[in-house]
C-alpha cells in the first residue's frame, strides 16, 4: 500500500461532463504534486502545492482547475475536457519542497470520449 | 531542447549482467537526481537519489553523478528479471521543478 492514494483508479467521461480526481497522503508531507503522463511522452507537471498553496501552476489550461484545503488532500477538477486529455495522471507527495524526493500515488487513467 | 534525456531503449540485459543506463540534463544549476522504477500499468517508484558528485550505492543499485559532464547514471548489478521496468531520471532544476527524462526500457532476459 502506497502513503499516497487516489480515486478513482479509472475514469470515463464525455468532454461535456464535470469530474474530479481525488488524491490523498498519509505521509505527513507538506507539498503536493499533480502530473500527467501520456503514451509516449515524459511526466509533465501539472500543478504544486505547499502547504495547501499552489506555487507552481505549469501553463495548464483551465480545463483543469486544482483544490488543496489542507496538506494531505488534493483535488483536480475538470470540466470540458478533450481528447488529447485522456492520460495517467498522477498525484505525488514530498516532504517539503527542496530537493525532496517525491512519492507517487498509483494514478488515475482517464478516458475522454 | 529538452531538459532530461534518456535513451528510450528498450536496453536488453542477461540475468545476472550489469544494466548500464544513463541520463543527461541541460540545467546546469540542478541539484537535486533521482532514478524512479516504473512497472507497466503502475506508478513510478524512488529507487535513488543522489545530490552530489560521485557515486552513492543501495543495494545492487549505484547512481553516478558528473555535475560537471551533466549526467547522472544508475547501475543495476546482477540485474534479475524483476528489474524489467521503465527507468524514469528526474532532475530538479530551478524553481523547483521536477523534470522527468521519457525513461528507459529494460528487458532483463533469462
Known amino acids: 500500500e502506497t502513503g499516497v492514494t487516489q480515486t478513482p483508479r479509472h475514469l470515463v467521461m464525455g468532454m461535456t461532463n464535470k469530474k474530479s480526481l481525488k488524491c490523498e497522503q498519509h505521509?505527513?508531507?507538506?507539498?503536493m504534486y499533480w502530473y500527467k503522463q501520456s503514451a509516449k511522452k515524459p511526466l509533465e507537471l501539472m500543478f504544486v502545492y505547499s502547504l495547501e498553496e499552489r506555487v507552481e501552476n505549469n501553463s495548464v489550461p483551465s480545463r483543469f482547475s486544482p483544490e488543496c484545503p489542507n496538506s494531505s488532500h488534493l483535488f483536480l477538477h475538470l470540466h470540458t475536457l478533450q481528447p488529447e486529455d485522456s492520460a495517467l495522471y498522477l498525484c505525488?507527495?514530498?516532504?517539503?519542497?527542496?530537493?525532496?524526493?517525491?512519492?507517487f500515488g498509483d494514478g488515475t487513467r482517464l478516458s475522454i470520449l | 531542447q529538452k531538459e532530461v534525456e534518456q535513451n528510450s531503449g528498450p536496453l536488453s540485459v542477461p540475468e545476472g549482467a550489469i544494466a548500464s543506463l544513463n541520463c543527461t540534463y541541460s540545467d546546469r544549476g540542478s541539484q537535486s537526481f533521482f532514478w524512479y522504477r516504473q512497472y507497466s500499468g503502475k506508478s513510478p517508484e524512488l529507487i535513488m537519489f543522489i545530490y552530489s558528485n560521485g557515486d552513492k550505492e543501495d543495494g545492487r543499485f549505484t547512481a553516478q553523478l558528473n555535475k560537471a559532464s551533466q549526467y547522472v547514471s544508475l547501475l543495476i548489478r546482477d540485474s534479475q528479471p524483476s528489474d524489467s521496468a521503465t527507468y524514469l531520471c528526474a532532475v530538479e532544476a530551478a524553481g523547483n521543478k521536477l523534470t522527468f527524462g521519457g525513461g528507459t526500457r529494460v528487458l532483463v532476459k533469462p
Open positions: 505521509l505527513g508531507h507538506n507539498a
Open positions: 505525488a507527495s514530498s516532504q517539503h519542497l527542496n530537493n525532496q524526493p517525491q512519492h
